[in-house]
């Protein structure tokens, strides 16, 4: 029978394996981001559409095509939220977390929404991972923050990625560099697709940015004479990009200075950067951010320079996906009772459930057929609840890892399954990059 409703376009279900991948995935980033000091801030899926509106800039695709703005009952203009940073400033602000000399350090995970295109890694809800380091305008700040977006990866199994790093300047440098492109590009026009001529007037950065082949076409073109943004920037802001490259060689991060990178967002000022991955294609970044000195103060406070990133989720498990980041059943235990021992055994599984993960039998399934569903589950260990054994205390443990097969006496049991898996691990690290 065909079911009768979809998931809405863009959006998906995870079923309890993905969901299980996820949840390691997120159990994984929780343990760096608690050992960088990070703490966790929660808040609402939607917020005031203006909100978005200021932040990620008028003219951005976001707010002009992306947003999930709606009217509520009450006539408020609100939009779900479209990524984290808009909702993480409204709330340093709103709980009054600044102050001089003050260096706050936020995470937050969840999802957000955006009305786009669906395709591979691109849905209309998905998840990020977003940091934020509020506070500090040194570029120590910049390398930290890096440095933790990429040992988040490196706690999910991805190596050798690569930063892509640019710098962005203040607004008056965009603005000339602006200038610069429109008359670079003028000639060609009517060669540029409707929205990059759009955005060549309201936001003429933004060009660089378009995933269209006519543009991009212009663009190789004019490779070699498109300006950098690093030969515009003031010598503060050049002396801030100096100290956080060798800051984060000093650190080990390995990355590539990439005179393109322009970011999707208004709010950015100098340092701006990007990790992609080949699987995905150069147009889809598994994350990236920046500074965005003046936002707060655009929000209404006082100034208070910040520099942050998301890493999309949906976008790295994906990528471990496919390179093989596998569900271990290694850990788990399967309980097979008989008739007569099937009530005894009960209380045993919910004693093992304190402890390991169990499967066992509902609905009083006769003992072949248990044995069959044990050997078909992948479990590590199979506990029998013999008759025999049961009038003696005992239990029957197999384990598969060695094959091999003893009696143990029922209170010794969890020790002993715990003996011979070591450190609990509910999940493998297969992946290799
Ligand atoms: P963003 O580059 O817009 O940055 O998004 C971050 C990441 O979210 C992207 O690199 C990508 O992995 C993922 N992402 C974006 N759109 C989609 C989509 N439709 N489907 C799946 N994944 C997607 C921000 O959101 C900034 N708030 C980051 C930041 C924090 N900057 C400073 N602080």
Redesign the pocket.
Known sequence: MAARHQAPRGTRDLLPEEAERWRWAEDRARGVLERYGYGELRTPMFEEFELFARTSGESSD?VQKEMYRFTDLGERTLALR????AGVMRAFLEHGLGGRGRVHRLWSMGP?F?Y?RPQK????Q?S?I???LVGSAAPGADVEIITLFVDLYEAWGFRSLTVKLNTLGQPETRREYGDKLRALLAPHLDRLSADSRRRLEQNPLRVLDTKEEQDLAVLRELEGRLPHLLDLVGPEDRAHWDAVLAGLDAAGIRYEVDHGLV???DY?TRTAF?VHDASLGAQ???????R?DGLIEQLGGNPTP???????M???LLVLEERGLALDAADTVCVVAMDATRAGASALVRELRRRFRVEADVEAKAFGAQMKAAGKSGARFLVIAGEEEWARGEVALKDSASGEQKAVKREALAGEIEARLGVRQTMTRGSKT
């Open positions: 976001l479209p990524e984290f940073t957000v955006r786009g890694g691109r849905y209309r998905f990020q977003n940091c934020e970011r999707g967002l950015y990007e889809s970044a598994l994350g990236g951010g920046g965005y910040g520099v942050g990133f998301a890493i999309g949906d976008r790295a």
